[in-house]
């Protein structure tokens, strides 16, 4: 990446929560479309459904410290 400008000053502690807002509001709507298609008390969507939560939460975290970097500060 190259030089960076700010364009607006923004609260970052803001757009994370942002971000994991979005983040649970997706992992609800496919759970809801899991469901449609794998009974909910079966093996499989259980372990599907831990799978999923785990990754999208990883890959939200990594996104978010790519971002803004660590921000293990603001949160505690």
Not at 41 to 60: A, C, G, H, M, V
Request: charged share 30%.
């Amino acid at each position: 990446m190259g030089n960076s400008t700010v364009v607006q000053e923004i609260d970052t502690l803001d757009i994370v929560k942002s971000i994991g807002r979005e983040n649970k509001r997706f992992q609800a709507i496919f759970l809801q479309k899991l469901e449609e298609v794998i009974p909910k008390n079966s093996p499989e969507y259980q372990q599907i459904r831990k799978f999923f939560l785990d990754e999208s939460s990883n890959n939200t975290r990594a996104v978010v410290r790519e971002i803004f970097g660590d921000i293990d500060y603001l949160i505690m």
